[in-house]
Nanobody
Framework: QVQLVESGGGLVQPGGSLRLSCAAS????????MGWYRQAPGNQRELVAQ???????NYTDSVKARFTISRDNAKNTVYLQMNSLKPEDTAVYYC????????????????WGQGTQVTVTS
């Protein structure tokens, strides 16, 4: 069974930086896309950034030029470098993977991590 484990959340002052990591474990052959979503209290979960296995990226407008998503396909790991953080970036950040092919030929469409809290406050 494929699982996603996130790390790197925490408390940071406005203007600071954090780096989130998410490692997929299990008998993985390939993952089409990996990404990060976030959900603040009272808000819907929203896409922050996503990257395909070929390195094509997609960002929500509010984080462009501040956040960078990257991926190590050999390690099935995705990273989110967050710079110039703002209080409105405060949320639980969830890792997501779609289009997972296992080494036994199985397929899982959509898997989520447990979430990691990011709090930006002075």
């Amino acid at each position: 069974q494929v699982q996603l484990v996130e790390s790197g959340g925490g408390l940071v002052q406005p203007g600071g930086s954090l780096r989130l990591s998410c490692a997929a474990s299990g008998s993985i052959y390939s993952i089409f896309a990996m990404g990060w979503y976030r959900q603040a209290p009272g808000n819907q979960r929203e896409l922050v950034a996503q990257i395909t296995s070929e390195g094509v990226t997609n960002y929500t407008d509010s984080v462009k030029a501040r956040f960078t998503i990257s991926r190590d396909n050999a390690k099935n790991t995705v990273y989110l470098q967050m710079n110039s953080l703002k209080p409105e970036d405060t949320a639980v950040y969830y890792c997501n993977s779609i289009g997972i092919v296992t080494t036994s030929g199985g397929y899982e469409y959509d898997i989520w991590g447990q979430g990691t809290q990011v709090t930006v406050t002075s």
